[in-house]
């Protein structure tokens, strides 16, 4: 390679970390759960998406490990050649029918489900009516597709009205409101009432992208729209946050639907079928989350993010308003950020801060995660090691 282009790469690597937005990577030294061994000791853990706890669960573990035993690593092809394995379809029909859909198509990752979802279902004569927060997967996907564009800020009615009335009015085939269900980096829950009323008012579709809600928010944990009692038209998820902490997407949909995009998606036709193993602890997570115990562990998930947001806001730190577990804590400042988290490893807390361009500049944040695995006596020490390093560092 020309030496011109690593002088590149070095001086934007410098300038990213001069800003203080390098964003270190931790190796972790044990399973996933409220508390982690990093850097040689344990420390505990507030900043995973392992809503239900089961990331670490042993018999979650266990049931992937069955099926690599039965059905091996992988299946060395994509779906449409010689990869579809009676795993993938019990998969499938598990979590359409735990969602209350007709059907589901499997994609190796979440972001390659929202990456697949538009493009083959949307042409030049639709249109398609984007959240600003929405995720960087559904910003992707809705560039693939030809489809007419527009945004609204994010859960502003009046905007998103006054955007389907120019897409109606600009003569648009078919449109579809896309919107995150929990918005990732707030933790906003998306006003999904509100959006159906005006999705049947201007005879729109609508998408939710619930990877932050599908287990542990609205009835049994069906999800954002399940939390608000509407009926949404496409669903997309992941089983690698509170089902199971793995990895892979979804679509739930109509079985037409579900036909086409297995036809037509262009991330599903060439990439390699999900692994088994993540197939098997998919439906483990799933037979777990959809039963007694899962209505448990919700329960428990909602008193922890209560007694973090609780005492926190009593220590005098701003976080963002909401009742999702995802807990901002805002510190405006990236390098801030950044000194914050190192010092709350040291305190024995592991979190991460978030900045630009995860975040907007000047909103940098440390996210917290709350989790049905913390006990209250996790959420009590980690609230007083956030005291203290807020208070070293001159946020409270």
Not at 185 to 199: F, K, T
Not at 289 to 311: C, I, Y
């Amino acid at each position: 390679m020309p030496a011109q282009f690593h002088t590149r790469v070095r001086a934007e690597l410098d300038s990213i970390d001069q800003q203080g937005l390098t964003k270190p990577e931790r190796v972790i030294a044990s399973r996933q759960g409220p508390v982690i061994t990093v850097a040689g000791r344990e420390v505990l853990n507030f900043c995973a998406n392992n809503y239900l706890g089961l990331g670490g669960d042993e018999r979650v573990a266990q049931a992937g490990i069955a099926a690599t035993e039965r059905w091996g690593s992988g299946t060395a092809s994509v779906r449409f050649i010689c990869g579809t394995l009676e795993i993938h379809k019990e998969l499938e029909a598990a979590i359409a029918g735990y969602l209350g859909f007709e059907d589901a198509i499997l994609f190796a990752a979440a972001f390659d489900a929202n990456g697949g979802l538009f493009e083959p279902l949307f042409g030049e004569e639709d249109a398609i009516v984007s959240d600003s927060l929405n995720h960087a997967s559904i910003i992707d996907g809705v560039r693939l597709c030809k489809a007419k564009r527009y945004r609204f800020a994010n859960s502003d009615m009046d905007e998103l009205e006054a955007r389907l009335k120019e897409a109606r009015a600009a003569g648009a085939r078919d449109i579809i409101i896309a919107t995150d269900g929990a918005f990732s980096m707030d933790g906003y829950i998306a006003r999904l009432q509100d959006i159906r009323a005006l999705a049947d008012k201007y005879d729109a579709l609508i998408m939710v992208d619930d990877c932050h809600a599908t287990g542990f928010l609205g009835e049994k944990g069906r999800g954002s729209y399940a939390h608000h009692g509407v009926k949404v038209d496409f669903v997309t998820g992941t089983f690698g946050k509170a089902l199971g902490g793995a990895m892979g997407g979804f679509i739930c949909a109509t079985t037409e639907v579900v036909q086409l995009l297995k036809q037509r998606a262009r991330p599903y036709l060439f990439s390699n079928a999900l692994s088994p193993a993540v197939c098997g602890s998919s439906l483990e997570a799933i037979r777990i989350a959809q039963g007694e115990e899962g209505d448990a562990l919700r329960k428990q998930l909602t008193a922890n993010a209560a007694r973090f947001r609780g005492a926190m806001t009593e220590a005098g730190f701003d976080l963002l308003p909401g009742e999702h577990p995802i807990i901002p804590v805002m510190l405006g400042d990236a390098k801030l950020a950044q000194d914050f988290a190192a010092r709350m490893l040291e305190l024995g807390v592991y979190v991460i801060g978030f900045s630009f361009p995860v975040v907007p500049r000047g909103a940098a944040r440390i996210r917290t995660q709350m989790s049905a695995a913390h006990t209250f006596e996790h959420i009590d020490r980690a609230v007083e090691a956030f005291t203290t390093a807020g208070r070293e560092l001159g946020v409270i």
